[in-house]
Structures are given as C-alpha cells and as structure tokens.
C-alpha cells in the first residue's frame, strides 16, 4: 500500500454537496490511484462504496461522478476526456460515458482527478469550480435554455478557455437518456447521466484552472508525447481519418451488412451512398476535436437547415439508415438537434426506431412512418419535453416503452439491460453480440468494437476465440482507455501500438507498469461494475447478458447474408465460456475467488450478504 499521493496525479477529489451547499475534499492515497487509475475505475469504486443499495437514480441520495485520469490534460495523445458516471436511471445499474472536452483539462488544472456532486439542490444553479474552491450558483436565467444557449452565456461569463459541461432540456424534464454536452456537440453520458444532473437542478458545471497537472518527469513526457504524435501522423489510414474520421464506418458496415437500418431489421440501406463519408464531405465545412488530439474526428456539415452540425458514424446511423432516413443534411438536423435538447443521439434514433416500427405493427398509430424526416424532427422535441403521449412514452427509453406496449414490442425493443444498442446490427454477427451482451453499461460498443475484426474471421462462428477477443477487447476499450482517461481510436484506427501507454505512463507518474498490469487493473473494474449490478439487482440471471430478441426470431430479408439470425444455443455456449474465462458463475455471478484474487475481498465480503457466492 502506498500512503501518499504519487507524481500525475492531483490526490484530490472534490465532493460538493448541493443540499448543503458545501465542499469537501478527499485526499485519497496511492493505493487508489494503482488499484483503480482513474476515470471508470475511480467512478465504479466511488459509487459502490457510497451510493447506498436501492438509491433512487433521480433522488438525492445519487451521486454525479466527474472523473478524469493521470494522463489527461497532460501531453500525449487524445488525452483530453473525462468520464461521467452515476447510477444510472435508464439500466438501475452503474452507468458512464465519456467525453472529450477543455473540461476534462480544466478539471486537471483546477486541482482534482475527480467531481462528485452529491445531494440535491431546491433550484436550479450551476456549480463553478475554480482553482480548488466551488460555489454553487444560482441558474434560474439558464434553466429551460437549450445546451448550446446555456453554454455560451457561461462562457461569456467565465471566460472563451472555461471548460462547460451542461444539461438541456431533456436533462431537466428528466428524459431517462439525457446526456451532457459541452462545446456544441461533444456529448456523453448516454445512459442518462443528464437526467441525474437534472434531478439535482444542476443545470451546468463550470471548471477553470490555472495550474497545468505535474508529470513526473516533465521533459521525458514531452518528448514521448512529440514522438507518439509524429508516430500517429505518419500512419497510413491518417489522411482518410482526416477527412472522413468516424463517418467512414457508413460505407464499411453497408458493405459488410451490419448498418442499423429500420429499427435493426436489416443489415443494408438502399440509400447508404446518401450518408456516408463521401456525402459528409460534400457538405463539411470544418473539422473540430477533443483537446490534445492530432487526429481530430469532429466532422462539421452545414445541415439541411443552414446550421453547423458536428456528425459522427453513431449519431448518423442510428438518425439516418435506422429511420430510413437517406439524406445526410436531414439526418444532420436531428443530430443537432438532439445535442441542442441534451438527448442521446444513439439512444433517441432507437427509440424512433422503435416507435416506427410500433406504428408498422398497428401497435403505435400516432408514430412516424419509416422515412418521414419532419414527424422525426417533431417526436425528438416532444421527447426531450416529455409532451404528448408518444413522447412521454419513448422519453422512458425502448425497454420501458416495450413493457407498457406489451409482449409483442419486447420482440422489436433492441436494448440490453435497458440501455438501447448502438449503430451495428448483429443477425449475422455472434461476436459483436456478445460483446453488446456483456458491455458493463448494457448494449454499447465502446468497451469491446470486435466487429471489424469479426467480418474478416469466421465470421458466423461461435467460438471460443470470439469470446478471448471480447474480453481481450474489454480490456484495452472499457478498461485501460476509460481508467487513463484516453481516447482509444489512435490504437483501434490508426494502429498506434498499446506500449506506448506503459510509456506515457512511467513519465507522467514515475510508476512502471506492464500492459498486462492495465489488464489486470481492467478485470477488477469489470468485476466491480459486475458486483454493482448484483447488489443493485439482488442478484443476477444470464438474460440478462442476453442480446435482443429481434436478431434470435427474424431473419435478415437483404443483403449477403440474407436469411441469417442468431441461434441462441451458439450464443448461450459462448456466454458460458466467457462467464467461465471471468472467473463468474454459470448465473453471471463473480466467484469469491475471482474477487479475492483481484484484492476486491472487501466487495466480496459485503456481496455475499446479498447473494450466495459460489468459490
Ligand atoms: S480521435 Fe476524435 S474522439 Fe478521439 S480524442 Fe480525437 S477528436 Fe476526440
């Protein structure tokens, strides 16, 4: 155990409690920052030990993680993020997202590794942080404002360098897939981390910071940092990334049939070519990303309404071919238009999704139909303001909104554990299924993106290497990258080799750690994300872990890979093994001694009063 803080990290985390109105600071030790790193380790850690079992996600008792990591806001590559967590309103499970903004540097500069907000306010402010002090702030004249409104009034108040994290009005109607947006944009937090800012009438955090975080060996840092961005400039997909970035992803996953297209019914879009990269580049006009990054992704169009929109794969897929909507201006409305209402892309285009389909089936009359862009457009605002019925129906998010509709929808709900699935479709892909079925947040593809290199293996097999490759995938994505805080697209893009971070590290602390170390750091934040969920849940069933039910019972009609589905005998064989590779039960339960092996015998202790835990 280390009793002091180490060189990289400020040691310092900042609770402020808005029902007293009061901060407190936790110096916390050495054996934190090694044990959990940061970010996702730091947020998971925070809400098990001090989020009481049964916390209502929208009550008081609820806490807001704002957790950065050593390297962030220190020079390397795409190091400028933070990752937001709480108890999640949408799942009931532990929740987080990233994102990439000046906050997460200002967070730094202010003097913390981490924000919690605890308690709740009686009305609405915004809670400054400057230089280790926070105030709270009354925010009545913001309240109602729409992101990128509240924003630049901060800005203009705390100056252009400030780093602003704010709610729109889906966080404040409490929309169980609200989100937090900074710079007009840049979002995260799908699983409705703006909800929980909203049930605590935070309308905004404001971070300003004047002291850079101090590397361990300062000089060293700077010249691996100069070297890891000429490495990353001169990879050979670097030019494409530049103008395309994510937006490429259309035409891959049109070719290889996995592009969402009406509510995941198929693989392929007839008017893919109408939103892909190349029709991204017929209407960009600037490019914009995350501080500390040379391979910047935000791809800025001009929309169908004359307003800059900054589009990626996610946000286009899930507004466009799932909705059958094959104009990529359009499309880009609704994407603003979900980022200017505070309102998960990702989350929003399924639910209309869902909603289309509904109305397909007889089951919801008043839905738009397939490809009709203006009940598109209507629906996202009446869901961010929860209006109407429709709206406050889908502002519950799929599964809900499936429950009340009866047995029927739960066929067409495409969620795990609640959270909605994000832009790749999986009848003809077991390994992504997986990797959607056992994300530690529910179906996102953020912690394990295995399916680029699913297509180019054995493609429909069911396999015990598939299984390897999600948790080896798990590892680097969900663990590493979510605890450091980095991005991980340098890596999975450009193939900018993983031993740079060991590296990166050593000079921004002084600790010398092996990748498998951060892999081992990445299975014990897992099985704590796992341990969350037991406790919250009373315990576990493995469908849980289990993909929606549309890829098992309909097949695709188009594409290569017509008349294929998932087979749930294949699926279940390769959740057995992954469960058996974790060290959990055949209930998707960790073992004692896979949490003892991983020094969380205090979690396994308090667990094992909950639900029996097998050896
Ligand atoms: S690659 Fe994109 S998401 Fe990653 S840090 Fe750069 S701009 Fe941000």
């Given at each position: 155990m280390e009793d002091g803080i180490l060189p990289g990290w400020t040691g310092r985390i900042l609770f402020y409690d808005l029902s007293k109105r009061r901060a407190r600071v936790w110096e916390?030790?050495?054996?934190m920052a090694l044990r959990f790193f940061g970010g996702r380790g730091f947020a998971a850690r925070i809400l098990w030990d001090m989020v009481p079992r049964g916390a209502d996600p929208l009550g008081p008792e609820n806490k807001l993680v704002f957790a950065a990591g050593p390297l962030t806001g220190l020079p390397g590559p795409s190091t400028g993020k933070l990752v937001v967590a709480a108890k999640s309103p949408l799942t009931g499970g532990y929740g987080d997202g990233n994102i990439g903004c000046l906050a997460a540097v200002q967070l730094?500069?202010?003097?913390f590794d981490a924000l919690v907000v605890e308690g709740a306010s009686d009305r609405p402010v915004y809670l400054l942080v400057e230089d280790g002090k926070a105030e709270a702030i009354d925010a009545d004249e913001l309240w109602g404002l729409i992101t990128f409104e509240a924003e630049r009034r901060l800005r203009e108040r705390h100056g252009?360098?400030?780093?602003v994290l704010v709610i729109g009005p889906a966080g404040e109607n409490l929309v169980r897939y609200a989100t937090v947006v900074s710079q007009e944009g840049r979002a995260g937090g799908r699983l409705g981390m703006g909800a929980v800012m909203g049930s605590k009438k935070l309308k905004a955090v404001v971070l300003v910071g004047s002291r850079d975080p101090e590397a361990a060996v300062p000089a060293e840092l700077k010249r691996l940092?100069?070297?890891?961005?000429?490495?990353?400039?001169?990879?050979?997909?670097?030019?494409?990334?530049?103008?395309q970035g994510t937006m490429m992803t259309v035409q891959w996953a049109q070719e290889n049939s996995v592009l969402p297209t009406r509510n995941f019914s198929e693989g392929v879009f007839e008017e893919a070519s109408?939103?892909?990269?190349?029709?991204m580049e017929r209407a960009k006009i600037a490019q914009r990303g995350c501080p500390l990054c040379v391979m910047t992704c935000g791809n800025v169009v001009r929309d169908a309404e004359e307003s800059p929109v900054e589009v990626d794969y996610e946000n286009i897929a899930m507004l466009g071919s799932n909705l059958a909507i094959g104009d990529i201006r359009r499309v880009?409305?609704?994407?603003?238009?979900a980022d200017m209402l505070g309102l998960d892309t990702i989350s929003a285009g399924n639910a209309i999704g869902f909603a289309m389909e509904a109305r397909e089936k007889g089951l919801l009359p008043d839905a738009p139909e397939w490809g009709d862009f203006d009940a598109a457009r209507r629906l996202l605002e009446d869901i961010a303001y929860r209006r109407g019925e429709l709206g406050g129906l889908l502002s519950l998010g799929v599964k809900r909104a499936s429950e009340e509709l009866g047995h029927e929808a739960e066929g067409f709900a495409m969620h795990v554990k609640g959270l909605e699935v994000t832009g790749y479709d999986c009848h003809a892909a077991p390994g992504m299924a997986l990797a959607f079925g056992t994300s530690p947040i529910g179906a996102h593809h953020k912690d394990a993106w295995v399916i680029a290199w699913e297509v180019k293996t054995d493609r429909l097999a069911y396999s015990r290497e598939k299984v390897e490759k999600v948790i080896w995938m798990q590892r680097i994505r969900g663990g590493m990258f979510e605890t450091l805080v980095a991005c991980r697209l340098p890596w999975i893009e450009l193939g900018f080799d993983l031993e740079w971070y060991p590296r990166l590290i050593k000079a921004a602390t002084g600790v010398s750690v092996t990748l498998d170390d951060l892999f081992e750091l990445a299975d014990r934040v897992y099985a704590l994300i796992r341990v969350y969920w037991v406790r919250e849940f009373g315990g576990w069933?493995?469908?849980m872990d289990w993909p929606p039910r549309k890829w098992f019972e309909t097949e695709l009609t188009e594409g290569p890979y017509k008349g294929h589905r998932l087979d749930p005998n294949g699926y279940g064989r390769m959740l057995s093994w992954y469960y058996e590779?974790?060290?959990?039960?055949?209930?998707?339960?960790p073992r004692k001694s896979a949490l003892e092996r991983l020094g969380l015998g205090d979690v396994a202790s308090a667990l094992s009063g909950i639900v029996g835990l097998r050896e």
């Open positions: 916390y030790d050495g054996d730094r500069r202010a003097g252009r360098g400030a780093g940092a100069r070297e890891a961005y000429e490495d990353i400039r001169s990879k050979k997909g670097y030019g494409f990334w530049m103008r109408s939103i892909d990269g190349y029709a880009a409305v609704l994407n603003r238009l069933s493995r469908e590779a974790r060290g959990w039960d055949e209930r998707g339960v």
